[in-house]
Structures are given as C-alpha cells and as structure tokens.
C-alpha cells in the first residue's frame, strides 16, 4: 500500500520569505500527486497536482511543486509567502486504479506566516 | 456553482445515541468518499461508493454505515458514537472523467457528550 510522509510538521516563516514544504510517497508503480490546502476553518482546495508530463506543476495563488521519480518526493515551493498563505497544507496520492482511486493523505503542514 | 454540501455543519449527539450525516453533490460524479478527520491529523478515508458499489476500508469500525440511494445523495451513520468519534467528517466526490481529482465538501463537526 501506498503512504504519504511530510517531515515539517510546523514551519513559521515571515511574509515574503521562500517556502518549500517536503513530501516523499513510497509506492512503487505509477502514482497520481496532489497538494491540498485547509485554510482556517475551511475546507480541503486542491492546490495543484500531478498525473503525467512536465514534471514542474504550477497551481494556484503561486504555488508550484516539482515531482522528482528517482527520489520519490513532490515538493511544495512558493518563491515569496504571504500572510494569506497561512493554513494546513496536505501531500497526497493515488495509485491510477481507473474508477478506485484511493486518495492516501500524509499528515500534513501547518503553515504560519508573520506579517 | 457546482458543489459538495453537508449537513450539518456541526453537530452534537450523545454518547451511543445515533446519529446520521448527510452530503449532496450538483457534480453528478459517480464516486463518493466519507473521511473522518480527527485535530491536527490527515484525513482517514472511511468508505467510499462507485456509483452504488460500497467499497469499505479495512479498518473502518463496524459502528459505521453508509448509504447512497441515489447519485446525489450519500449518508453517514454512526450507530453508537463513542467520544473516540468526536471528529470533522468529510465528503468528496470525484469522477474518472474529470482525472480522479477529489473535490471536498466543508465537512460536518461531530461533538459526542
């Protein structure tokens, strides 16, 4: 079975700074990528994600992430974070399974942003 | 717009009284998923429907049940919710056509006293 692990558990960082947000997945066939984000008291938005092709996915509000085979990550990276970036940020993954899709989530980011 | 609702968006039951959350969907999608999500934790997929097919994850407790009668509608009941059940519930739908991306509903509170 596939798993999802996201290191960060809680990064704080003031506006402007650079963001990367690490995600590793284990599974060894071909897998489907997302970011998901949570803002505070809303619910799950896809931010961006990842089936095939350019491996440099762009998403929304400036975010991309870049999938990496050979290390099995897909990183979140955003060049200048906002206050509004503040939220819970989620790696996840299916495994193609036409009609089956089994979104298996990591444990998540909790993003905090000075202004 | 197209969307997921549930209902309620908060909820409190008793200790082992049951109870039943709801979802709509205006996404015609044939796939409906419920995730139990507990604070500070990742979404748990609890079961999920293909159309009317029920697929039930391993480790769901028995104590709960799902239904769909129909494309739009999927129900969770939990027959006797213990205080381990105090949890947001989440809904997402998703269909093959639209690249297996799962679109989330704002999720029900649950509160057990």
């Known amino acids: 079975a596939q798993s999802v692990s996201q290191h960060n558990h809680h990064v704080i960082l003031s506006e402007a700074a650079s963001l990367e947000l690490g995600c590793n997945y284990s599974?060894?066939?071909?897998?489907?990528l997302f970011w998901y984000v949570q803002y505070p008291g809303q619910h799950l938005q896809l931010l961006l994600k990842y089936f095939s092709g350019d491996p440099l996915v762009k998403g929304i509000k400036g975010f991309e992430a870049e999938f990496i085979k050979s290390k099995f990550s897909f990183n979140l990276r955003k060049p200048s974070v906002q206050w509004s970036d503040t939220a819970e940020y989620f790696c996840a993954v299916t495994v193609s399974n036409f009609g089956n899709e089994k979104l298996t989530f990591g444990t998540g980011t909790r993003l905090t942003i000075i202004p | 717009d197209a969307m997921v609702i549930q209902n309620p968006r908060y909820q409190v039951t008793q200790f082992g009284k049951p109870v039943t959350l709801s979802c709509s969907q205006t996404?015609?999608?044939?796939?409906m998923y419920w995730y139990q999500q507990k604070s500070s934790q990742a979404p748990k997929l609890l079961f999920h429907y293909y159309d009317k097919d029920f697929n039930n994850e391993a480790d769901t407790p028995d104590n709960f049940q799902s239904r769909r009668p129909n494309t739009s509608f999927c129900f969770l009941d939990i027959r006797s919710p213990g205080l381990g059940d105090a949890a947001m519930y989440l809904c997402?739908?998703?269909?093959?056509?639209?690249?297996?991306?799962?679109?989330f509903g704002p999720g029900t509170r649950l509160l057990v006293l």
């Open positions: 997402a739908t998703s269909d093959p056509g639209t690249g297996e991306t799962q679109y």
């Open positions: 996404l015609n999608h044939n796939v």
């Open positions: 599974y060894g066939g071909t897998v489907n």
